[in-house]
Structure formats: C-alpha cells, structure tokens
C-alpha cells in the first residue's frame, strides 16, 4: 500500500494567498454589484515593457522557422541571459559572479522553495516573523519544521526571528544557532530594509557558525537608498555562506510571464561538496529550462531601452507606495515600509486582528489586502498593502479606507 509524505497533513489550512483569493471569490460572488479592489498579493499590473513584448515577438518567429527554432533550453539557462545577468546584477555592483554559478529558473517562488532539495532534512532554519510564507511551509513538507503548535502559529523546529516596530522591522541574531538563514531584502511583507553594514553582520556571522543564508532578493529593484545593498555579494565573504535568488516578476512584471534565476557560488561548501554541483545536479534532473521565448524576453530587460522601461516601471509602482504611505499617516494610521519595496506595512486600527481589519476592510470599503498574521505571529495587529495596483485603483481604494 502506497504511503503519502504525512507532512503534507501537518500544514495548517490553504497557502496564505489561496485563502485569500477564495474569501474574495465568495465575497464578490455574493455581491456581484461591488467594484473590489485588490492591493492584496503582490500582482503587477502594469503591461510588459515595449522592448520586452518586441524580444518575445522576435523569438516567437524563430520559433517558426527550422534553421532558427530551438527545443530544450540549456540545462543551467541561455548564456546570452546569464552574461546579462553576470554583467549588469553583479560585475556593475562590484561582485565577481561567474556564468556557471546563475541558474536560470522559471521565478523565485519555484526556486525558494525547490532550494530545501539540496539540503538534509536534520537543518534547522530560522526565519523572520513575519515572513513569505514559501519558506516555512515548503520545509514543513520536507519533514524539517517539527509540529506546528495551533496555539503559538509556530512550529516546533523552527526559530523564529520576530521583526516587530521595536527592531525596525528587522531580525536580530537568534540566541539558538541555524543552520539554515531566510533572510529577504528589501522585505516581503514589512517593505523593511537593512543596510550593507547590518547585512555584513549577517554574512560574517554565518561563516562564524557554518550556515547558509539564503537570501531573496526580490525586491531589489524598489531600493531607492544608498546604502542598502541590492545583492548579499556586496558583502565580503558571502560566497562562502550566501544564495541569492533573483525574479523579474516585480522589477519587470514577469508574474505571468515567469523567470527567475538562483545564485550558488562554488566557494559555498559543505566539506568538499559544492552546493552549486548540488543544485546543477537538481537543477538538470527536476527542470527542463525556462522557454527561449521568455529568456529573450528577459536578456531584453537589460538592454538600454529595457533598464529605462522597466525603471519607468518600478517608477510608477513607487508613486503608488509613496501615496500609500503618506495618505494613511495622515489619516492617524502608523505605517512603515514603501519607500525600498513596494509593500507598505501598516498597525491595524482600534486593536483590530490582522483577519478582523482584513473582513472590515473587504466588506465596508471593498479592499483587499494581505493580513499580517498570514505571514507569522509576529505579524498579528497588522496589515500589508501592496503598491502594485494602478494609480487611478490605489487612490479609490485609500479614499475608501480613509472614509472608514
Ligand atoms: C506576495 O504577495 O507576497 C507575493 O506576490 C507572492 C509571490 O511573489 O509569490
């Protein structure tokens, strides 16, 4: 008799964004007259950029043609891609990446929760709280988090590492020693950041304790400080302990288009085994290559015309989060982040749940957003808005929460 992983059962409820995305079906089910606006999961909506859609059309008739059609991709990624990669997020911030440490996937969620392949189910992991819930919940189903304890909204094998107005909404060293880092700059879902001398701690405190950080540097885009790092290479001795795993879904609209690449450098051992022929190793066997149609696209990101579109892009999402911010502090609501990401983070009213705020906010100004305790139990008492949105969407839907 066949046997299923019982870690599966051990998860509590839907992925956060499934649950949420159910609750708004009904709402709107049950109230077909209602304009429902989402600043909830962090969806673009902005179209492709000119050069990128034109790429796409380039490679759709090569793939008419014999003499120019192509079937599997490379295992690790299209070279052309990973030479853009390797020249534009790396050489020109001064980190020395090689062509064959970039793999090339199909987005970062695929990659952060695909990454727990290549390591032993006996890691423990720390995590901040709150956190994107793809970290904990795929090493849940590895067998690697322990029980989950209803009571806290934690599991027993996992250390916690609270971001909360007291730390600036950034983790601070754990007491108990990880094996495994999550860490995410700018941050999903406070919109927190931490400069290139906090990050440093983190490096040089992995090396000292033999874990490895993996770091999502989704976001990385919205940075708009100086001295917050857009790559955790930045910092010294970080190829020795770091992953980094990169998306063009927030700096270049890809949700739907998906890609994505992982860094793993070949200094980052464990004993005499590189992490990069595990995940090569991974990488060729689970995962047939992103289509050349949207690795093209994504090479077109980093043309002249790309960079200029796609900051155009960010730009604009940016406009949003600046008046987010700024409109709710008016109104009296304490909020945070915005202003490197292009989450804004914000303190529930009148002691509100973070699913009490959510509910009230979905049925008496019909927005959505994302509650905090979805991401952790230190996100309980508070709300995320995303800047995703259109203008003309954003401002109804923060002129609806106003008049609440
Ligand atoms: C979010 O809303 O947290 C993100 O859109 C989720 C994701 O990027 O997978």
Not at 150 to 159: D, F, L, P, R, T
Not at 229 to 241: L, Q
């Amino acid at each position: 008799m066949f046997k299923i992983n019982d870690n599966y059962l051990k998860l509590p409820g839907s992925y956060l964004f499934s649950t949420i995305g159910k609750k708004v079906r009904e709402y709107k089910a049950a109230n077909p007259d209602r304009n429902v606006i989402s600043l909830g999961i962090g969806d673009v909506t902005l179209p492709l950029a000119p050069t990128v859609i034109e790429a796409m059309h380039g490679a759709v008739d090569e793939m008419a043609s014999a003499d120019t059609f192509k079937g599997y991709a490379p295992d690790l990624g299209y070279e052309f891609l990973r030479q853009a990669i390797v020249d534009n997020d790396y050489k020109a911030r001064g980190a020395d990446i090689a062509i064959d440490e970039i793999f090339v996937s199909d987005g970062a969620k695929s990659d952060s929760g695909n990454i727990g392949d290549i390591f032993s189910v006996d890691n423990k992991i720390a995590v901040c709280d709150p956190v994107y819930p793809v970290y904990v919940d795929t090493n849940a189903m590895a067998g690697r988090t322990g029980d989950y304890i209803e009571a806290e909204q934690k599991w027993s094998n996992v250390i916690y590492m609270p971001c909360t107005a007291a730390t600036n909404f950034a983790p601070e060293i754990p007491k108990e020693t990880p094996d495994i880092i999550y860490l995410c700059f700018p941050n999903n879902p406070t919109g927190s950041t931490i400069t290139k001398d906090e990050l440093q701690k983190w490096v040089d405190y992995a090396l000292k304790v033999g874990a490895v950080i993996i770091y999502d540097a989704a976001y990385e885009a919205y940075i708009s400080e100086d001295d917050v790092p857009h790559s955790i290479y930045e910092c010294e001795g970080a190829k020795a302990c770091a992953i980094e795993i990169r998306s063009y879904s927030k700096n270049a609209g890809f949700t739907g288009t998906r890609l994505g690449y992982t860094v793993v450098p070949k200094e980052l051992k464990s004993g005499e085994t590189t992490l990069n022929s595990l995940w090569a190793r991974r990488h060729g066997t689970k995962f047939n290559g992103a289509p050349y149609i949207i690795q093209k696209a994504g090479a077109a990101i980093y043309t002249e015309e790309g960079k200029k579109q796609t900051k155009e892009m960010v730009g604009y999402y940016m406009q949003n989060a600046k008046y987010i911010r700024d409109e709710l502090a008016a109104a009296g609501y304490t909020v945070s982040g915005g202003v490197n990401a292009p989450y804004i983070w914000l303190k529930t009213p009148d002691n509100m749940t973070s699913w009490q705020f959510f509910d009230n906010l979905l049925e008496n100004a019909n927005v959505v957003g994302t509650p905090g305790s979805g991401f952790g139990p230190s996100g309980e008492g508070y709300f995320r808005l995303t800047a995703f949105g259109s203008h003309e969407n954003t401002k109804e839907a923060i002129e609806r929460i106003k008049r609440l």
